[in-house]
């Protein structure tokens, strides 16, 4: 069923981003071969053996053309978007001018479409586009190559620290509506920036297919978020694929709230003593279905890699979390620290964890640590026995395992936004949120 | 080699100091294992008839059981044959009724170990069961204890004075057919110790006993028992030596350990057998069958452990946790150096509500030894909301040695929570250099680091125990930080 | 202070250092630049004591004595500190104990008695906060998941409390953001008076715009290849190391 969108998007083919470019077409043929070939990944690819997309090849998605963007709802729009910001707003995958804000961003900074900075920017895209992503891997990176409509181009320059944290809002208006965006951040050497990617939608059945590269070149710093809260029947890939030079520093930051089934990818390769971090918070109701997969590569020595990922399901809902660490034999003093922990709040909810290290070289400190289990009953007794109810004493308990994840945000409308949302999903009787 | 790897060297590898041989004489059976010798053993014991018929079963078992296969351990085949089963000082014909009937030679073997039997000298608080090979020589404040109505004596001893009480008990935790080495130990075992603590009280001072191999060719095959009654509680410390010889010899002991409603039992080992020579020449094989029974509801069972001895050391302390509510707890440091192999670690089996578990393990190899963790946290249905926390830690000295880890879980019970955590790293000569740069040496730094590896379990041991334990890692106690 | 002349060292058989000539006055702060491989971290290393070098050929002069011919904790004892690019952790070692037991080896070497526990907590605890860190840093083991900003911080805590009087900075910089490298360089500047002398070996010319230096070298193939003012840095930054290489030869 791979050829459904083979066809749809031969249609579109003139409207997505660079369609005059060379070198770009021959990338998207590759892709596109090697999607028709493998197709969306199946429950027999190792690394997506939790995760059924099989959907994507049942109902047909379609992708839109700038022409045929849906209706937005301009304040619920502006809700989403963070105050003290730069914003990039994309509809259902096309960049909206009118609904962004980048006016006055310093010289030294490019933010713009991924279609304008093909216009602007040919060979700095060239040497970055497509430079970050393994085509040869089962996933969702060929299609997207293949066929991406738009998405964000940003540029910092070495030893440049962009101001504001750049909001990109990615916003889906339609039901049955496919987005497929490709994305390059990349940062000169020394220089500094926080992104957050932030994806939403309306209530309805939909599909959105994100991938961002990332260069993070010498002793630069990226901080990058990403905030999941599409509707909960859509169905949600996105990826984040990282470079990471000497002495540079990565921080992911990934709350996933929304959709019915929804995977990240982050994956990021780390040069000698550079240093990432990455940090997750997944909450699952219903039938949701949310998979993270992180896959950390210490190529050369002395690099450092943190990792916390923690779920909260409910209901029916099914969490998973993936972890690789692979140190390469020549990463020597690689300092590796990995940990996912799960609260289950019914008997019908699921957590598949699964850490994986693949250690070649001999000197290196690798730690690892995960946990399933519901809720402490001594911890609940001990609120009781203060005179707190047990309704009030669990949640304040699952609040508290969600908050170390929350606290982790350091940049206060974010803060804001993401503690709101984790409070909506969850029973929050007897939390005042005044307190927090 | 470097001067620094020279300075780890010095500190794990300081020589066996406990090494000399006692000149006494003895009384040894020829070498041989049948059903005589054992018929003698009892005899000579003077036990009851039940005994015999239990050593006699425990044979009879063993005889059809094949040696285990070693999963990670490199083992000389052993000649069952070739080892002589009893070997006591002669003068144990008559049992010495007080320390002044006891032979001075032997007073001073355990005086040269820093163990002295004489109360006087003792600090207050620990009475202490010596056993020297096959039998106890002296038993030290039996009196005091007695008055609290504990009773610590040779489990020869209790055997006469209270055999409805070791028959009640005796192979309820451990059978006879449980696996080789306990068969082999309820045929043959010769002494240990044998503890009750009555309802409602609190053993008034540490227990402990100290076990010395002296003679050649001889096996040593003790049977400990404590049973700690509803809501006692009792601190249990085990100590052991042997001379430096050039064969393996075989220690197969048994522990078994009974904990009643709201009893607590506390039991903390410190293991230097005579590790072989640094090319692996001799040595004592170890290999120990320990088991607790949490039976009673809020019961709690400790197991402490410092292995540094011993060529091959085989134990498994674990916990039964049956009773509700009941805990297991297992904190380890095995130290193996040269070709030393050891394979140690716990099973904590949840069978009881709300029970819980802690297992921290740290393993520190260094020369061209092999250090194994093997553990196994079982989760039974019945055990609702059970609880374990596991840490093992594995730190490696040079680049000859090997550190494995193989944690088993297996959980059949859905509300239960199991944490694993485990780490390896590596006495590094940067972490060595960057202490000097502070300006401490490097044999400091050496004993900093590995007391730090350690303290989470050293800090479980009894006070003085921390101290032997530490002394033995070639530490100061200067280098307890805090 | 301290005075290199004709250092030549190797590592096995390979000459890294090939004759560096270097004189560091009391109160002067010198910075090293130079390309990957120029041997600025075995300069670094050879002056602390660390093993696995060779001096073939060279003297170094420290405070009027022979350098090299202490061990490296006497170095360290007679003030000569290495903030390590790559700091290492010590589980079970908290950060309190070690920098106790450092700051006792050196009193003691000092022929002065222990320092009490309690002026001694609150001597750390002043120097912490100076340097923006959490004082729950103090008890957790030496850089034990520390990130590569706190373990850098780390390394000039120990610095302040030590107060050493030679300080060798290597690739302090290396890994910090912003921020962090602001408060880093507070730390370094309030430690800076006439009778301390540093070393700061770095690769990106950002150490220099916050803390200024009175020399700026380039090492480069083992040797010392050019010397200036702080305006040096700029231009290297800005035409690359190609320039000092080329002008060399």
């Given at each position: 069923?791979?050829?459904q969108?083979?066809?749809?998007?031969?249609?579109?083919?003139?409207?997505?981003?660079g369609?005059?470019?060379?070198?770009?077409?021959?990338?998207?043929?590759?892709a596109?071969?090697q999607?028709?070939e493998?197709?969306f990944?199946?429950?027999?690819d190792?690394?997506?053996?939790?995760?059924?997309?099989?959907?994507?090849?049942?109902k047909?998605?379609?992708?839109?053309?700038?022409s045929?963007?849906?209706h937005?709802?301009?304040?619920?729009?502006?809700?989403?978007?963070?105050?003290?910001?730069?914003?990039?707003?994309?509809?259902d995958?096309?960049?909206?001018?009118?609904?962004?804000d980048?006016?006055?961003?310093?010289?030294?900074?490019?933010?713009?479409?991924?279609v304008d900075?093909?216009?602007?920017?040919p060979?700095?895209?060239k040497?970055?586009?497509?430079?970050?992503?393994?085509?040869?891997e089962?996933g969702?990176?060929?299609?997207?190559?293949?066929w991406?409509s738009?998405g964000?181009?940003?540029?910092?320059?070495?030893?440049?620290v962009?101001?504001?944290?750049?909001?990109?809002?990615?916003?889906?208006?339609?039901?049955?509506?496919?987005?497929?965006?490709?994305?390059v951040?990349?940062?000169?050497t020394?220089a500094?920036?926080?992104?957050i990617?932030?994806?939403?939608?309306?209530?309805e059945r939909?599909?959105?297919?994100?991938?961002?590269?990332?260069?993070?070149?010498?002793?630069?710093?990226?901080?990058?978020?990403?905030?999941?809260l599409?509707?909960?029947k859509?169905?949600?890939?996105?990826?984040?694929?990282?470079?990471?030079?000497?002495?540079?520093?990565?921080?992911?930051?990934?709350f996933?709230?929304?959709?019915?089934?929804?995977r990240?990818?982050?994956?990021t390769?780390?040069?000698?003593?550079?240093?990432?971090d990455?940090?997750?918070?997944?909450?699952?109701?219903?039938?949701?279905?949310?998979?993270?997969h992180?896959?950390?590569t210490?190529?050369?020595?002395?690099?450092?890699?943190?990792?916390?990922?923690?779920?909260v399901?409910?209901?029916?809902?099914?969490?998973?979390?993936?972890?690789?660490v692979?140190v390469?034999?020549?990463?020597?003093?690689?300092?590796?620290?990995?940990?996912?922990?799960?609260?289950l709040?019914?008997?019908?909810?699921?957590?598949?964890?699964?850490?994986?290290l693949?250690?070649?070289?001999?000197?290196?400190?690798?730690?690892?640590?995960?946990?399933?289990?519901?809720l402490?009953?001594?911890?609940i007794?001990?609120?009781?026995?203060?005179?707190?109810?047990?309704?009030?004493?669990r949640?304040?308990?699952?609040?508290?395992?969600?908050?170390?994840m929350?606290?982790?945000?350091?940049?206060?409308?974010?803060?804001?936004?993401?503690?709101?949302?984790?409070?909506?999903?969850?029973?929050?009787?007897?939390?005042?949120k005044?307190?927090? | 080699?470097?001067?620094?790897?020279?300075?780890?060297e010095?500190?794990?590898?300081?020589k066996?100091k406990?090494?000399?041989?006692?000149?006494?004489?003895v009384e040894?059976?020829e070498?041989?294992?049948?059903?005589?010798?054992?018929?003698?053993?009892?005899?000579?014991?003077?036990?009851?008839e039940?005994?015999?018929q239990?050593?006699?079963?425990a044979?009879?078992?063993?005889?059809t059981?094949?040696?285990?296969?070693?999963?990670?351990?490199?083992?000389?085949?052993?000649?069952?044959?070739?080892?002589?089963?009893?070997s006591?000082?002669?003068?144990?014909?008559?049992?010495p009724?007080?320390?002044?009937?006891?032979?001075?030679?032997?007073?001073?073997?355990?005086k040269?170990?820093?163990i002295?039997?004489?109360?006087q000298?003792?600090?207050?608080?620990?009475?202490?069961?010596?056993?020297?090979d096959?039998?106890?020589?002296?038993?030290?404040?039996?009196?005091?204890?007695?008055?609290?109505?504990?009773?610590?004596?040779?489990?020869?001893?209790?055997?006469?004075?209270y055999?409805?009480?070791?028959?009640?008990?005796?192979g309820?935790?451990?059978?006879?057919?449980?696996?080789?080495?306990?068969?082999?130990?309820?045929?043959?075992?010769?002494?240990?110790?044998?503890?009750?603590?009555?309802?409602g009280?609190?053993?008034?001072?540490?227990?402990?006993?100290?076990?010395r191999?002296?003679a050649?060719?001889t096996?040593?095959?003790?049977?400990?028992?404590?049973?700690?009654?509803?809501?006692?509680?009792v601190?249990?410390?085990?100590?052991?030596?042997?001379?430096?010889r050039d064969?393996?010899?075989?220690?197969?002991?048994?522990?078994?350990?009974?904990a009643?409603?709201?009893?607590?039992?506390?039991?903390?080992?410190?293991?230097?057998w005579?590790p072989?020579?640094?090319?692996?020449?001799?040595?004592?094989?170890?290999f120990?069958?320990?088991?607790?029974?949490?039976?009673?509801?809020?019961?709690?069972?400790?197991?402490?452990?410092?292995?540094?001895?011993?060529?091959?050391?085989?134990?498994?302390?674990?916990?039964?946790?049956?009773?509700?509510?009941?805990?297991?707890?297992f904190?380890?440091v095995?130290?193996?150096?040269?070709?030393?192999?050891?394979?140690?670690?716990?099973k904590?089996i949840?069978?009881?509500?709300n029970?819980?578990?802690?297992?921290?393990?740290?393993?520190i190899?260094?020369?061209?030894?092999?250090?194994?963790?093997?553990g196994?946290?079982?989760?039974?249905?019945?055990?609702?909301n059970?609880r374990n926390?596991?840490?093992?830690?594995s730190?490696?000295v040079?680049d000859?040695?090997?550190?494995?880890?193989?944690?088993?879980v297996?959980?059949?019970?859905?509300s239960?929570?199991?944490?694993?955590e485990a780490?390896?790293s590596?006495?590094?000569?940067?972490?060595?250099?960057?202490?000097?740069q502070?300006?401490?040496?490097?044999?400091?730094?050496v004993s900093?680091?590995?007391n730090?590896?350690?303290?989470?379990?050293?800090?479980?041991?009894?006070m003085?125990?921390?101290?032997?334990a530490?002394?033995?890692?070639g530490?100061s106690?200067?280098?307890?930080?805090? | 202070?301290?005075?290199?002349?004709?250092?030549?060292?190797?590592?096995?058989?390979?000459?890294?250092?090939k004759?560096?000539?270097?004189?560091?006055?009391?109160?002067e702060?010198h910075?090293?630049m130079?390309?990957?491989g120029a041997?600025?971290?075995?300069?670094?290393?050879?002056?602390?004591g660390?093993?696995?070098?060779?001096?073939t050929?060279g003297?170094?002069?420290?405070?009027?004595q022979?350098?090299?011919?202490?061990?490296?904790?006497?170095?360290a004892?007679?003030?000569v500190?290495?903030?390590?690019?790559?700091?290492?952790?010590?589980?079970?070692?908290?950060?309190?104990?070690?920098?106790?037991?450092?700051l006792?080896a050196?009193?003691?070497?000092?022929g002065?008695?222990?320092?009490?526990a309690?002026?001694?907590?609150?001597?750390?605890k002043?120097?912490?906060?100076?340097?923006?860190?959490?004082?729950?840093?103090?008890?957790?083991?030496?850089n034990e998941?520390?990130?590569?900003?706190?373990?850098?911080?780390?390394?000039?805590?120990?610095?302040a409390?030590?107060?050493?009087?030679f300080?060798i900075?290597?690739?302090?910089?290396?890994?910090?953001?912003i921020d962090?490298?602001?408060?880093?360089?507070?730390?370094?500047?309030?430690?800076?008076?006439?009778?301390?002398?540093?070393?700061?070996?770095?690769?990106?010319q950002?150490l220099?715009?916050?803390?200024t230096?009175?020399v700026?070298?380039v090492?480069?193939?083992?040797k010392?290849?050019k010397?200036?003012?702080?305006?040096?840095?700029?231009?290297?930054?800005?035409?690359?190391?190609?320039?000092?290489?080329?002008?060399?030869?």
């Amino acid at each position: 069923m791979t050829t459904q969108y083979s066809e749809a998007y031969a249609k579109l083919e003139n409207s997505l981003a660079g369609s005059s470019l060379s070198w770009l077409s021959e990338l998207r043929t590759q892709a596109k071969e090697q999607f028709l070939e493998r197709g969306f990944p199946r429950l027999s690819d190792e690394e997506w053996r939790y995760s059924n997309v099989s959907v994507l090849d049942k109902k047909a998605f379609s992708p839109v053309s700038d022409s045929e963007l849906g209706h937005i709802d301009i304040a619920d729009l502006d809700s989403y978007k963070l105050a003290d910001c730069w914003t990039l707003v994309l509809v259902d995958g096309h960049y909206s001018a009118s609904l962004s804000d980048l006016d006055g961003i310093a010289d030294a900074v490019i933010v713009s479409s991924m279609v304008d900075a093909l216009k602007n920017h040919p060979e700095k895209v060239k040497s970055y586009l497509g430079q970050a992503v393994d085509l040869k891997e089962a996933g969702f990176k060929a299609f997207n190559q293949a066929w991406f409509s738009d998405g964000v181009f940003v540029s910092v320059a070495a030893n440049t620290v962009l101001d504001k944290p750049l909001q990109v809002l990615h916003v889906v208006t339609s039901a049955e509506v496919l987005a497929n965006t490709h994305h390059v951040i990349a940062l000169g050497t020394g220089a500094e920036a926080t992104v957050i990617e932030t994806f939403i939608g309306c209530a309805e059945r939909y599909a959105t297919v994100s991938v961002t590269e990332v260069f993070v070149e010498k002793n630069a710093g990226l901080s990058l978020y990403k905030t999941q809260l599409e509707s909960d029947k859509a169905v949600h890939l996105g990826g984040v694929y990282v470079k990471q030079a000497r002495d540079s520093r990565f921080k992911h930051t990934n709350f996933a709230f929304g959709s019915l089934l929804a995977r990240t990818d982050v994956h990021t390769d780390l040069s000698q003593a550079s240093e990432c971090d990455l940090n997750g918070l997944y909450l699952g109701v219903k039938r949701q279905h949310i998979d993270n997969h992180t896959r950390i590569t210490h190529v050369e020595p002395y690099a450092i890699s943190k990792e916390l990922y923690k779920g909260v399901l409910n209901d029916k809902a099914r969490g998973v979390f993936q972890g690789r660490v692979i140190v390469a034999e020549q990463a020597q003093k690689t300092d590796s620290d990995m940990h996912n922990h799960n609260l289950l709040l019914s008997d019908n909810a699921e957590a598949d964890t699964k850490p994986q290290l693949e250690i070649y070289a001999d000197d290196v400190k690798c730690a690892h640590g995960i946990t399933v289990g519901q809720l402490d009953d001594k911890s609940i007794f001990a609120l009781q026995s203060r005179g707190i109810d047990e309704e009030t004493a669990r949640n304040m308990l699952t609040f508290a395992f969600a908050n170390e994840m929350v606290n982790k945000i350091k940049f206060k409308p974010l803060h804001e936004q993401i503690l709101t949302q984790v409070l909506e999903r969850f029973p929050q009787a007897g939390i005042d949120k005044a307190w927090l | 080699m470097s001067s620094s790897a020279e300075e780890i060297e010095k500190v794990i590898g300081q020589k066996y100091k406990e090494g000399f041989v006692t000149e006494i004489e003895v009384e040894t059976f020829e070498p041989g294992l049948n059903e005589d010798i054992i018929a003698r053993l009892s005899a000579i014991k003077g036990e009851p008839e039940f005994m015999l018929q239990y050593r006699l079963q425990a044979f009879r078992h063993w005889q059809t059981l094949e040696e285990p296969d070693w999963a990670q351990l490199n083992i000389d085949p052993i000649d069952y044959q070739a080892i002589s089963y009893y070997s006591a000082p002669k003068k144990d014909s008559e049992k010495p009724q007080s320390l002044d009937e006891v032979d001075p030679e032997l007073l001073d073997t355990y005086k040269k170990l820093g163990i002295p039997l004489d109360e006087q000298e003792r600090l207050a608080g620990v009475a202490v069961d010596a056993v020297f090979d096959s039998v106890s020589v002296a038993t030290t404040f039996k009196g005091k204890l007695k008055d609290a109505g504990v009773i610590f004596c040779p489990i020869s001893e209790a055997l006469q004075e209270y055999p409805e009480l070791v028959k009640q008990y005796l192979g309820t935790v451990v059978s006879e057919k449980d696996n080789f080495f306990a068969s082999l130990n309820a045929a043959v075992f010769t002494d240990g110790s044998f503890v009750y603590i009555p309802k409602g009280v609190r053993c008034p001072m540490e227990l402990s006993t100290y076990f010395r191999i002296n003679a050649a060719n001889t096996g040593q095959f003790e049977r400990t028992l404590i049973i700690a009654d509803d809501d006692s509680h009792v601190s249990y410390l085990e100590g052991c030596t042997a001379p430096m010889r050039d064969e393996n010899q075989l220690h197969a002991a048994v522990v078994e350990l009974v904990a009643m409603n709201n009893a607590e039992i506390k039991y903390s080992t410190v293991q230097n057998w005579y590790p072989g020579d640094e090319n692996g020449v001799g040595g004592i094989y170890n290999f120990v069958t320990k088991r607790a029974e949490c039976r009673g509801d809020n019961s709690k069972v400790s197991w402490t452990q410092v292995e540094t001895g011993s060529a091959i050391t085989w134990k498994y302390p674990s916990c039964v946790l049956l009773g509700d509510n009941s805990v297991g707890e297992f904190y380890s440091v095995a130290v193996t150096n040269n070709y030393q192999q050891a394979d140690t670690g716990t099973k904590m089996i949840h069978i009881g509500k709300n029970t819980s578990s802690t297992i921290i393990s740290k393993g520190i190899s260094a020369g061209k030894s092999q250090n194994t963790y093997r553990g196994l946290v079982k989760v039974a249905k019945s055990a609702e909301n059970a609880r374990n926390y596991t840490q093992c830690d594995s730190l490696l000295v040079g680049d000859t040695c090997g550190a494995h880890t193989f944690p088993y879980v297996e959980v059949k019970q859905p509300s239960a929570q199991v944490e694993h955590e485990a780490t390896t790293s590596k006495i590094s000569e940067d972490q060595l250099f960057f202490c000097q740069q502070r300006g401490i040496s490097a044999e400091d730094a050496v004993s900093m680091i590995v007391n730090g590896f350690c303290k989470s379990v050293f800090k479980e041991l009894p006070m003085e125990f921390a101290v032997e334990a530490q002394a033995l890692l070639g530490l100061s106690l200067e280098g307890s930080v805090g | 202070m301290i005075s290199i002349k004709n250092l030549h060292v190797s590592v096995g058989d390979k000459p890294i250092l090939k004759g560096v000539n270097l004189e560091i006055p009391a109160g002067e702060v010198h910075a090293i630049m130079g390309p990957n491989g120029a041997g600025k971290s075995t300069l670094s290393h050879v002056l602390s004591g660390k093993e696995g070098y060779t001096v073939t050929e060279g003297s170094v002069t420290y405070k009027g004595q022979d350098l090299l011919a202490l061990e490296p904790e006497m170095r360290a004892r007679e003030g000569v500190f290495l903030a390590f690019q790559y700091p290492v952790e010590i589980p079970g070692v908290s950060n309190i104990y070690l920098l106790k037991a450092a700051l006792n080896a050196m009193r003691k070497h000092h022929g002065k008695d222990e320092v009490d526990a309690l002026d001694f907590l609150t001597m750390v605890k002043g120097k912490i906060k100076a340097l923006e860190m959490d004082e729950k840093f103090l008890y957790r083991a030496v850089n034990e998941g520390f990130s590569g900003g706190e373990k850098k911080r780390n390394e000039i805590l120990q610095a302040a409390i030590l107060e050493p009087s030679f300080c060798i900075l290597d690739e302090t910089d290396s890994g910090l953001d912003i921020d962090a490298l602001k408060v880093v360089s507070k730390g370094v500047n309030a430690l800076r008076d006439e009778a301390r002398s540093f070393l700061m070996i770095t690769h990106y010319q950002r150490l220099l715009d916050y803390i200024t230096p009175d020399v700026v070298h380039v090492l480069a193939d083992g040797k010392i290849v050019k010397s200036g003012g702080p305006e040096l840095a700029l231009e290297l930054e800005a035409k690359g190391y190609h320039w000092v290489e080329e002008q060399v030869a």
